[in-house]
Structure formats: structure tokens, C-alpha cells
């Protein structure tokens, strides 16, 4: 059975750091690639970061990009999302996903095979 397990959300103030880790269970690192996705309200989930085997760890958007690290610990069969110099618009439940294969050009929700459940993070100005 797949589970991924997302926590480490919290509130923090304009310009602090969080990192959220995803416990995979399942699955290879080997063959899946692991994702965040964020999402504030209504149906669509942002693709945020992305990491397989192969590419290493992968940002999505500009807004991210020099402040948001992705990285994996195979031997706790954990990705982290390190989130340095947040800002009020990263407020957002955060979800992490399992995709069958590397990370693609674009990060789209539908392309993914299982989720984690979200984890919130809040971030004051």
C-alpha cells in the first residue's frame, strides 16, 4: 500500500523558514518522482517542486525559485521541502504527491498517482 505522509506546516512570520517532509511508504524512489503541490481555496493545486533520481530537485515557479529547496533522504524515506524567506502569499495548505516516472516539464495535479494528506502553513505580515 502508498501512503505519503505530509507534516511540518506551521505559522510564522514574513521572512521565516519552514521545512515539511512527505514520509513515502510503497514505493521506490528509484522508479517515482515526489512532489508539492500547494492550494489556498477551490479545486486547483499549484505544482511547486519536484525531485526524482535522476534531475535532482526541480522548482516550478518563479516565486519559489532561490527560496524553496527540494531534497531527498532515501534512507528515511523522506523528501523535504525547505522554505527559506517566506512571504504572506506562501500561505497554503501544502500537499505532497507521488507521480509514476521523473519530474515533467510542467507540474500539473492531474498527473499524480497518490497524495498526502495537507499540512498548513501560515505566514504572518
Known amino acids: 500500500e502508498v501512503q505519503l505522509q505530509a507534516s511540518g506546516g506551521g505559522s510564522v512570520p514574513t521572512g521565516g523558514s519552514l521545512t515539511l517532509s512527505c514520509i513515502v511508504s510503497?514505493?521506490?524512489?528509484?522508479?517515482?518522482?515526489i512532489s508539492w503541490f500547494r492550494q489556498e481555496s477551490g479545486p486547483f493545486r499549484e505544482g511547486i517542486s519536484c525531485?526524482?533520481?535522476?534531475?535532482?530537485?526541480?522548482n516550478y515557479p518563479e516565486s519559489v525559485k532561490g527560496r524553496f529547496t527540494i531534497s531527498t533522504d532515501t534512507a528515511k524515506n523522506t523528501v523535504y521541502l525547505q522554505m527559506n524567506n517566506l512571504k504572506p502569499e506562501d500561505s497554503s495548505t501544502y500537499y505532497c504527491?507521488?507521480?509514476?516516472?521523473?519530474?515533467?516539464?510542467?507540474?500539473?495535479?492531474?498527473?499524480?498517482?497518490?497524495w498526502g494528506e495537507g499540512t498548513l502553513v501560515t505566514v504572518s505580515s
Open positions: 504527491a507521488a507521480d509514476l516516472g521523473p519530474c515533467t516539464t510542467t507540474l500539473f495535479q492531474y498527473g499524480m498517482n497518490y
Open positions: 510503497g514505493l521506490s524512489f528509484d522508479d517515482w518522482s
Open positions: 525531485i526524482d533520481q535522476e534531475q535532482g530537485g526541480i
